[in-house]
């Protein structure tokens, strides 16, 4: 098994930055691909970013140039840079990854977080 737990989230100003957090705990030599989506009120779970153990991302259209995923694999955690926010990307931020290799564009995980709330004012 596998947690995670989100950190970072807050209310911000349209234009400002904000970095999210992903701190994985127990069997984390299991995990490879760590993704972050956003559901936002009355609207579905969205595609954010995504990172493979090595480092390599995948972006959303609507985040590519604004948000930058990283990851630490000595700290088992994972961030998401987010700059010049609008309010549309208001939403609940969740952490997730997965234990099997598959194509880095594939939106199947296994393990999520509980999210953390990002609220951009206009």
């Known amino acids: 098994q596998v947690q995670l737990v989100e950190s970072g989230g807050g209310l911000v100003q349209a234009g400002d930055s904000l970095r999210l957090s992903c701190a994985a705990s127990?069997?984390?030599?299991?995990?490879?691909?760590m993704g972050w989506f956003r559901q936002a009120p009355g609207k579905e779970r969205e595609f954010v970013a995504a990172i493979s153990r090595s480092g390599s991302t995948y972006y959303a259209d609507s985040v590519k140039g604004r948000f930058t995923m990283s990851r630490d694999n000595a700290r088992n955690t994972v961030y998401l840079q987010m700059n010049s926010l609008s309010p549309e990307d208001t939403a609940v931020y969740y952490c997730a990854a997965r234990n099997f290799i598959a194509l880095l564009t594939t939106p199947n995980y296994n393990y999520w977080g509980q999210g953390t709330q990002v609220t951009v004012s206009s």
């Open positions: 127990g069997r984390t030599s299991t995990m490879y691909t």
